[in-house]
Every structure is written in C-alpha cells, then in structure tokens.
C-alpha cells in the first residue's frame, strides 16, 4: 500500500487540533473514533434513526459516525463543555446539518467546574421511548455512581422499545482488583468514592471506576431487558481488540437486539487492524516517508517502549497527560507477552534515568525473550511501541513535558533523546 491510499483511509475532513485531542481524549486516535461508529453502527439502524451523544466533547465519534449515516438520521450531542460544544458547532454541523450539538450545564470539576446542574439529578430532554441509540463514549468514567444511576435510567426511560445504548465504563471486579494491586492495570485506582474508586481524590473526576455488580444491577433496576459486556485492556485483562481499552456496555429493552460486537471486533490475524494501518501512515507523514528517517523513528519508539515499560515495572510511570497525574497513557501489552519484564539489560545507575538501547542490545533482547513464537507477537510490540512514540511526541508537541510519577505521588522530571 503506498502512503497517499493510506492516507485516504485515515478520514480527515473535518480535523481536530492535536491540543484538542490531547486535552479530550489524552491524543491523537482517529481508529478509536472509528472503532466505535463501527460499534455503534454493528446493529441496525432505522433510516431516521434518533441518537443521543451524552457527553459527546467536540463531536470526535460524531464525525466518524456521520460518514457512515444518511442525512434523515437526526444526532443530538450534548456536552456541558463550552469550547467541545462550540468547535462542534462550528466545524460539524455546517457539513453534516442533521448532527446538532447542544450545552447542558451540568457541572464537572474536569470540564464544566462551574456547572449549575447536578449530574445526578439531570433530566435528558427528550420524550419517553423517543431514542433509537443512546451513547456514552467516556463519559461514564467521569461521574459518580449516582450520576451513572441517573443516566442509565434516563436512557432506558428515553430509548424506543428496540433501541441500544452503548456506553463505556470501567468496571472493578475481584480479577480487576487483583491485576491493580500487582500494578499491571493504567491505572492504580487506590482511593475510594463511595461505593467506587478513583485516580485522584482532590479530582475524582478524572478517572472513576465504578463495581460490575453494583452498575448491572441498576441496568436491571431501569428496566434493560439485556446487558452484554465487553471486557477492555486498561485493567491489564486481554481485550478482543487492542482499541477495546474502556470496558463497554451494550443494553436494551428487547434482547433480540443486543449482540455482542464479536463480528465486528474480531479481525483474521494477518489483516492491518485500522489502528496500525493509522500508525503507519502518520508515521509515514512523520518522517517524510524517507527510509532512513522511517527506520530511525522505529528504532527510537522501540527504546522508548522498552524504557517506559521498565520504569512502570520499576514502579515508575512515565506520564504524558498533565490532567491525568497517575495515567500512561502508553499501553505496555505487547511487551509483556514478550515477558519482557524479566529480561533487561544492565541498567545504568539511576533507575529513572534513560538506557540508550543500540541496534545490538535491542536484538540481543529479542533473541534473549525466546518467547517469540509467532510473528504476530513481534509485529504488535513494534506497532505498540509505534502508537506510544506518538503519543509521547503529540504530549510533547503540545507542550507537555513528561514525568515519571512514583506510587507515593513523587514526580522525577525525565530526558527523552530527540528522535531525530
Ligand atoms: C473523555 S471526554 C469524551 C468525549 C467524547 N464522548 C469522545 O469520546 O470523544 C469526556 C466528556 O464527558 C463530558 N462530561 C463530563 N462530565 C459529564 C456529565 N456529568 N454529563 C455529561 N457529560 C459529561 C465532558 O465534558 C467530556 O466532553
């Protein structure tokens, strides 16, 4: 495949800001945006279908899901975000009419602090069994349990008798709590908030994680005939698809129409996923697609991954996200399917400073790992260690110096070599 043909397979009419991306959704990641249109449009939908986006930012799943829609579907995304609600406004609408974004005002600390609504009490303005979808793409991972009763039984008030709500969520359960405490979820989720946990007890509205049980009980309470579940990966639990990162919810009043997205997550093995086919061609962009440039970068994003990776294994994240103090936001699965936590290097003195790794030592370790059985396994840690390179530079880009941060909340300034 050559860059230009790429390209085109990564849409960008309408185009965000890096600084917008980052600031919502912790970077850039078109796929993840397509990944849930694909998701959310997996079932039927009627022509004229009636959504909801609760929560919706500056309309990144809006975008994704409007090239996939016809023009009689009426989309209403709602946002308590002033500057998410004004972009969207301003840059979608004008191309797709039938998508409108409207403020709600209610508050949260991360988005809205001045809000007068209380989540837990807000009415979703739409008429009883008036919806055909109804979606919450991380937002449930920024409210308290009260506030996720309340807009689960807003939903289930709002959706039509076949209508579906896809929501994600993370959801704690004893295999969760145990991959936390040996430190190998995103997050450490250490602090409780009533019945929930969370990241950040002076913002524990940057990263809540609320019980299985507790939140599949009130889907029942609300009246959802069915529930599935979809495990995603930030628990450190293997997830179906590497974009499958929140754990997702998919309910209904008629059980007929709830499916788990099984078909459309699972890809044949020796396919390009969306997401590496989206890596590559930034990449190519990134480097101008100079074969010694393109090379150089993989070299540099492989000693990044396997540093970053040691630091967290060492107790040290390194942290891009200024908002989200204990979050990698860098995924490390590949890596330890490698077991590559137990084969290192010599490491130099300080155990945060950063081990330069030349073309000798990195095959050295590959040989070394012994546990490289396919070459799908190798192929997924150069592609992950490709999206964290990224990642580090958008961070970067953006102004964003990257830290390590220490289980006692400690905070090491680090010195990433340039890549190039
Ligand atoms: C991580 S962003 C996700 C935005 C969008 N759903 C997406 O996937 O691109 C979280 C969004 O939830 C919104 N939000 C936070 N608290 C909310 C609440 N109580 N009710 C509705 N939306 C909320 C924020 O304003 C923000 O736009």
Excluded at 46 to 64: S, T
Excluded at 115 to 129: I, L, S, W
Excluded at 146 to 174: N, Q, W
Excluded at 283 to 293: F, K, N, P, V
Aim: hydrophobic share 45%; with cysteine.
């Amino acid at each position: 495949m050559i860059a230009a043909e790429l390209e085109e397979r990564v849409e960008t009419r309408v185009q965000p800001t890096v600084a917008q991306e980052t600031r919502f959704n912790g970077g850039v990641a078109p796929q993840v945006a397509n990944h849930y249109a694909g998701i959310l449009t997996s079932s039927e939908l009627p022509e004229n279908a009636r959504i909801l986006d609760l929560g919706c930012g500056f309309g990144r799943i809006a975008m994704a899901l409007a090239r996939r829609l016809g023009p009689d579907v009426a989309y209403t995304g709602l946002d308590p975000n002033a500057d998410g609600i004004a972009w969207a406004q301003q840059n979608i609408t004008p191309h797709y009419p039938n998508f409108r974004f409207r403020r709600i005002d209610v508050k949260s600390k991360p988005y809205n602090p001045d809000g007068t609504e209380d989540g837990a009490r807000f009415r979703f303005p739409f008429d009883d069994a008036s919806l055909d979808l109804v979606f919450m793409i991380s937002v449930l991972t920024h409210v308290d349990l009260p506030t996720v009763e309340t807009y689960l039984r807003e939903t289930a008030r709002v959706l039509t008798p076949s209508g579906r709500l896809v929501t994600t969520i993370f959801l704690l359960d004893t295999d969760v709590d145990q991959l936390l405490a040996a430190g190998r979820g995103h997050f450490a989720l250490k602090y409780q908030n009533g019945e929930s946990r969370v990241e950040n007890p002076v913002n524990p509205e940057l990263v809540i994680a609320h019980p299985r049980h507790r939140v599949l009980e009130i889907m029942d309470q609300a009246g959802f005939a069915k529930t599935v579940a979809v495990n995603g990966h930030w628990s450190g639990r293997p997830s179906a698809q590497p974009m499958d990162f929140q754990d997702l919810l998919i309910a209904g009043h008629d059980p007929e129409t709830i499916i788990a997205p099984d078909g459309h997550s699972l890809l044949p093995a020796e396919a390009m996923t969306t997401e590496q086919v989206a890596t590559y061609a930034r990449i190519i962009a990134l480097t101008g697609g100079d074969e010694a440039r393109f090379s150089q970068f993989i070299r540099w994003s492989n000693a990044l991954a396997l540093n970053a990776f040691w630091w967290q294994c060492d107790g040290f994240r390194l942290c891009l996200q200024e908002a989200y103090p204990r979050s990698t936001g860098l995924s490390f699965e590949a890596l330890h399917r490698l077991g590559l936590e137990k084969i290192r290097p010599n490491r130099c003195s300080a155990r945060t400073a950063f081990h330069p790794l030349d073309d000798a030592a990195m095959i050295a370790l590959l040989i070394r790992a012994g546990r490289i059985s396919s070459r799908n396994i190798l192929f997924d840690a150069f592609v992950e260690a490709a999206v964290n390179g990224l990642r580090v530079l958008d961070a970067i880009n953006v102004g964003i110096a990257p830290v390590l941060n220490d289980a006692d909340g400690g905070e090491t300034a680090v010195e990433i070599p340039a890549w190039a």
